[in-house]
């Protein structure tokens, strides 16, 4: 059964159900919608349980001719690396799905464009061809704009343009680095072609590689986002509706790291190596820049958006460790960062929900008014710091062990971010949770809902299984991680052994055909 293609166009399916419903029928297209994800939720599962985890290949193939006459495929399948990303995006979407039950404008489209969007986020982790890969990647950047820009805060066109041309930007120097990378294989295969997997064979001599690992790093490092291309986020986050900031949070900026880990490192080993202090200073840099700044915000979701910064400093840093600790813990700490930091953009959502504000100083002595949103409210801000026996504790551990291995400089700046992380977070949890109630609006708010309690309780099972018992994660990406450790140590030697004496920076204008009759 072609599973990969069904959990990716079983949405596009939903809708043409829901275009076809009256638009006054708000609820029935909720529930439609919600049944649509959850059903793609459930199918996505056996992913998990049939996966392989002795082998790094590539599984659950599927590979069509779309466009043979240009080298392109549908060309689809995952390995120990994509395979929980793309949990992840089955698992959030539904969750956030039904946080948007208070959306009452323009329903009919705004589900609608919850599901394109769950579309083109799986899309973008099982692409194997590099033309269908930009297709997803571009795909899920129309949905998320509109998201933003329509049903966002009062700065909602500002922040949606932002966005959109951050990205694009950068989207722009990828598109240019995979059209390079066509040619280059043709040159070197005779063979016009935009598989991935054809591509990891490429001897590329490091001024090429240095100038495509630019191309795509600029890209996934806004996406990230990474300091300094960080600007967009807080905007982003700020003005975007709750189920926005869940899925941003949760899915949109691990495309970032993940596009690092598919693409960077094993497309441009020597590239990568090279960039390591440049890449580790940058996560550096945010890891505590992003904690500061949390400290001092006074409106929560502001808050939780520059820790986002913080945390996925965090990533980068393991991932450019070059260790399978460090990129375990990088992969795994993606995972964690989507539930811990999409919890805390849930919970500050229901607290908007109840009294129209986000600053922290209107709120106080919650816990007595709600005291099961407080104690889940404490759970997910414990997890956020690391705290031993949730899940983020894993990854920040694996993170920093891998890069105590490879810089205990590294490291030992890098730690710094935690103990800031949990100063700015238990302060904010006191503000918010703790003291006399002094303003009379917070006296009469409502403890959770039963939906609000159906939202919660799955990120929380997996807050405490992550936490408690990691390693039925981790067995499934230590095939592909290894594997892709190999890959990098075998082409970085092939690299330096027969190219790397060609100190010239080779323009990138002769990778392409002087004639069109190449074509």
């Known amino acids: 059964m072609p599973i990969l293609t069904l959990i990716t166009f079983l949405p596009i399916i939903g809708?043409?159900?829901?275009?076809?419903?009256?638009?006054?029928?708000s609820e029935l297209i909720r529930v439609t919608t919600l049944l649509v994800s959850v059903v793609v939720f459930f199918i996505s599962l056996p992913l998990y349980v049939t996966f392989d985890a002795h082998t790094y290949e590539m599984q659950f193939v599927e590979k069509l001719q779309w466009i043979p006459s240009f080298g392109i495929h549908y060309h689809v399948g995952i390995d120990g690396i994509s395979l929980f990303l793309i949990l992840l995006t089955t698992f959030i979407t539904p969750i956030s799905i039904l946080a948007s039950w208070h959306i009452t404008r323009?329903?009919?489209e705004y589900m609608v464009a919850m599901l394109v969007l769950e579309t083109g986020m799986i899309g973008v982790f099982i692409s194997l061809d590099l033309f269908l890969f930009y297709v997803f990647w571009e795909l899920m950047l129309i949905p998320m704009y509109l998201l933003i820009g329509i049903w966002g805060g009062p700065r909602r066109i500002y922040a949606a343009v932002k966005f959109f041309i951050y990205t694009m930007a950068g989207s722009v120097f990828m598109l240019l680095a995979i059209i390079a990378l066509y040619f280059l294989n043709h040159r070197t295969t005779g063979e016009y072609t935009f598989n991935l997997l054809e591509f990891y064979r490429l001897d590329l001599?490091?001024?090429v590689q240095f100038w495509l690992f630019l191309a795509f790093a600029f890209a996934f490092a806004i996406k990230v986002?990474?300091?300094?291309?960080?600007?967009?986020?807080?905007?982003?986050?700020?003005?975007?509706p709750t189920a926005g900031s869940v899925i941003l949070a949760g899915v949109l900026l691990k495309m970032g790291t993940y596009g690092f880990v598919r693409f960077c490192l094993p497309l441009f080993p020597e590239a990568s190596h090279a960039f390591i202090p440049v890449i580790s200073w940058m996560a550096i840099v945010?890891?505590?820049y992003g904690a500061l700044v949390s400290m001092v915000q006074d409106d929560l979701k502001k808050l939780v958006a520059y820790s986002s910064v913080s945390h996925l400093g965090f990533v980068m840093l393991g991932?450019?460790?070059?260790?399978?600790?460090?990129?375990?813990?990088?992969?795994?700490?993606?995972?964690?960062h989507g539930l811990s930091t999409g919890a805390l953009f849930l919970v500050v959502g229901m607290l908007y929900e109840r009294r129209h504000t986000r600053m922290i100083a209107d709120f106080g002595g919650l816990t007595k008014q709600m005291p099961v949103f407080a104690t889940f409210f404490l759970i997910v801000t414990l997890s956020s710091i690391g705290l031993p026996g949730l899940n983020g504790f894993v990854g920040e551990f694996l993170i920093l062990v891998g890069t105590f291995k490879s810089r205990i400089l590294y490291a030992s700046i890098a730690t710094s971010g935690i103990i800031l992380a949990a100063v700015y977070m238990l302060w904010m949890f006191q503000r918010v949770m703790f003291h006399e109630i002094t303003h009379e609006e917070n006296k009469t708010l409502q403890d959770i809902n039963k939906r609000e309690f159906a939202i919660l309780i799955p990120i929380m099972l997996l807050i405490f299984w992550i936490g408690i018992y990691p390693s039925s994660f981790l067995r499934k990406m230590d095939a592909s991680v290894n594997h892709l450790l190999k890959q990098i140590g075998e082409k970085a030697n092939i690299v330096s052994n027969v190219q790397k004496?060609?100190?010239?920076?080779t323009p990138l204008i002769d990778i392409v055909p002087e004639t069109k009759t190449e074509w």
């Open 15 to 25: 809708v043409f159900f829901i275009l076809s419903m009256d638009s006054r029928r």
């Open 106 to 108: 323009n329903v009919k």
């Open 205 to 207: 001599s490091f001024a």
């Open 225 to 240: 986002p990474m300091f300094p291309f960080h600007t967009w986020l807080p905007d982003a986050h700020v003005e975007a």
């Open 286 to 288: 945010g890891i505590i």
């Open 319 to 336: 991932i450019f460790a070059f260790n399978i600790q460090g990129i375990e813990g990088g992969i795994t700490q993606m995972i964690n």
């Open 501 to 505: 004496q060609n100190n010239n920076i």
